[in-house]
């Protein structure tokens, strides 16, 4: 039984929805700068609390004109723009599901996703619209953005209506009781061995979202909070636009990330804050750091890693998932942290790591990574259309149960290993990619390295590993592959030692520039 069942309870957000933190900001901090939309080749847009409020007001108002009830489902396939975050809080607004999907979907997700949600219109933008009309099929109208992320299209789509059209009188707005149990987006997760899942929040999930997560990050009004990392996905989202708006502050929104404009973005806004991920900040240690940026926290993957020290900016690690909309582990803003690790377990939830049996690890075991919160609240309310994976997805003791793999550390430190899904089984012995990618990571020469299973005929899989050198395989050392045999055969044991190595340019790449395993795989067979 949840806590919402048990009479007399009150909840945090009792009476709120995310329409009310935005109209209550536009109240309070009506000429602050919440969102600053920085294009790459046009001048920064900035858009006031009392600007942006009225905008949403006039957006849901012509959503209801054009046939969109609460409980309806839209598809909003947009990626970085202001577009995208206008369309998000006006669905809420007026009480339909927003759904926020991946830019890089193929379109037979698309055509899936639609589907599944029962999405009945969809907002796009030109180089996504023929794609959507052709596979979304059951929708009664799209609409379609003048640009492209900020980039001038080819030429205008001649599918669906434009997006400036929808607009009507924001005294029109819709008007509705609170309700902070009423669902309020959707995203899909990635697909492994069966198909994405739909994660549904409420309005007080995404109210959860920022609130927690501006205490875990320490923002307060006067940050300026950095952000290019897509919109669709919960760490922009929840972690720095969501959590941006519950104290106030500003967030600049990129088209997405630019090591080469970072930091002259950074400069012009007096950015003080970034939700951060290790691709983008290697990608930083290319460039020139300017001493008088004024960033005085990051967030990313791991607690202060040694080989970005060179920024002089104090980072702090977190884990997080779409189901638990904030992190359910998270670094020490104002105390040290054990660096290389993912923080501790954020006071908000209660966290187990056991072994495949079912009994807690002790310090400095692996084990499985389960959490526990209040659905519809700290923790998703459900999978969308999928009742089964909903009840499967948590084990007897009401745990979720994440998938993740980690090593529990002295005073309560957590380290990450592992999906679940990219442990090895090599002869019988389970084989964590992640060792293997760490100790191939700090070679000379290497930018980013990914280890997968490749199929053996005795051994059922051994590792195979992926490198981009640093300048490329065609400036990579022609010793590079027999080096990196030399440390792993030194570092690991032998049946860690990978059976292949590949250079590559680039790898592909999912959600958050996470490299796409599934297709390193393909690659192999």
């Excluded at 970085?80 to 339909?96: K, P, R, T």
């Excluded at 959590?243 to 090591?259: D, E, K, M, N, Y």
């Excluded at 904030?326 to 054990?338: A, C, L, S």
Aim: proline share 6%.
């Amino acid at each position: 039984m949840n806590s919402k069942d048990v009479p007399g309870v009150v909840g945090p957000f009792a009476g709120l929805d995310v329409p009310w933190l935005l109209r209550m900001r536009a109240e309070v901090r009506r000429d602050h700068p919440f969102l600053i939309w920085a294009p790459f080749d046009a001048p920064a847009r900035r858009y006031t609390y009392g600007e942006f409020h009225d905008r949403v007001g006039a957006l849901a108002a012509g959503l209801v004109k054009r046939g969109i009830k609460p409980g309806d489902h839209v598809l909003i396939h947009l990626d970085n723009c202001i577009e995208a975050i206008l369309a998000w809080f006006a669905c809420v607004e007026l009480g339909a599901i927003a759904v926020t999907t991946n830019t890089r979907s193929a379109p037979a997700e698309m055509e899936y996703f639609a589907g599944h949600c029962g999405a009945v219109a969809a907002i796009t933008q030109p180089s996504y619209a023929e794609m959507i009309a052709s596979h979304c099929r059951n929708l009664r109208w799209m609409a379609v953005t003048s640009h492209d992320a900020g980039v001038a299209p080819a030429q205008l789509s001649s599918r669906g209506d434009r997006f400036e059209a929808l607009f009507a009188d924001s005294a029109d707005r819709p008007r509705r009781a609170a309700d902070p149990s009423a669902p309020c987006s959707v995203q899909y997760t990635s697909g492994t061995t069966s198909r994405p899942k739909a994660v549904l929040w409420t309005h007080a999930n995404a109210l959860w979202g920022a609130k927690v997560n501006a205490a875990h990050q320490d923002l307060h009004q006067t940050d300026v909070h950095q952000t290019y990392l897509p919109l669709f996905h919960t760490n922009a989202l929840a972690y720095s636009m969501l959590g941006s708006l519950w104290v106030g502050a500003t967030c600049v929104v990129q088209p997405r990330f630019s090591a080469s404009r970072f930091w002259s973005v950074a400069l012009e806004h007096g950015c003080t804050w970034t939700s951060t991920i290790p691709f983008c900040m290697k990608a930083l240690l290319e460039r020139e750091i300017p001493k008088q940026h004024k960033f005085r926290l990051w967030g990313t993957a791991l607690c202060e890693p040694p080989a970005f020290a060179a920024f002089g900016v104090k980072i702090i690690g977190w884990w997080g998932m779409t189901e638990t909309i904030t992190h359910g582990i998270v670094g020490e803003v104002d105390q040290p942290n054990t660096p290389m690790s993912i923080g501790r377990a954020a006071p908000e939830y209660s966290i187990r790591i056991v072994d495949d049996d079912g009994r807690p690890v002790e310090v400095g075991g692996t084990g499985n990574l389960l959490i526990k919160g209040i659905p519809g609240l700290s923790l998703f309310r459900e999978y969308l259309h999928n009742e089964k994976a909903t009840r499967e997805s948590f084990d007897e003791h009401g745990y979720f149960i994440t998938g993740d793999r980690v090593t529990l550390l002295d005073n309560g430190f957590i380290k990450f290993g592992d999906r679940a899904k990219d442990m090895l089984k090599v002869g019988g012995e389970n084989v964590a990619a992640s060792e293997i990618e760490q100790v191939i990571a700090v070679m000379p020469g290497v930018r980013e390295v990914a280890v997968v299973g490749k199929r053996h005929p005795m051994l059922d899989e051994v590792p195979a590993v992926f490198v981009i050198p640093q300048d490329g395989i065609a400036g990579a050392p022609l010793d590079l592959q027999d080096s990196i045999m030399t440390a792993c055969r030194s570092a690991l044991a032998d049946f860690k030692v990978p059976h292949e190595v590949r250079l590559v340019d680039e790898m592909p790449r999912s959600t958050l520039e996470k490299v796409a395993k599934a297709e390193l795989r393909k690659m192999l067979d």
